[in-house]
């Protein structure tokens, strides 16, 4: 069963850090690239980040290059997003998703991110 649990979300203030874990399982990780994407309250979901399968290659959305990096660990079956500098804007549900070219998408259930003071 494929599964993809997002952690690490929570409260925090304008200018500090949060880092996001999703682990992976039921499905071979390292074939897939990793991605976070956000949605805020009456937003449409963003892309945020994507890592290819081997993590050699990164993008980021304009709004968060320079304060968020993803990174993997293939051997762990887990993708990060170290997020610095946040931003009352980057409020949202994280969550993060599994795709390759062929294959259907995972999605996992997402997890709170709320900047305020």
């Known amino acids: 069963q494929v599964q993809l649990v997002e952690s690490g979300g929570g409260l925090v203030q304008p200018g500090g850090s949060l880092r996001l874990s999703c682990a992976a399982s039921?499905?071979?990780?390292?074939?897939?690239?990793m991605s976070w994407y956000r949605q805020a309250p009456g937003k449409e979901r963003e892309l945020v980040a994507v890592?290819?399968?081997?993590?050699?290659?990164?993008n980021y959305a304009d709004s968060v290059k320079g304060r968020f990096t993803i990174s993997r660990d293939n051997s762990k079956t887990t993708v990060y997003l170290q997020m610095n500098s946040l931003l009352p804007e980057d409020t949202a549900v994280y969550y993060c998703?599994?795709?390759?070219?062929?294959?259907?998408?995972?999605w996992g259930q997402g997890t709170q991110v709320t900047v305020s003071s």
């Open positions: 998703k599994a795709a390759r070219p062929g294959w259907s998408e995972h």
């Open positions: 039921g499905f071979t990780f390292s074939r897939y690239a």
């Open positions: 890592i290819s399968s081997a993590g050699g290659n990164r």
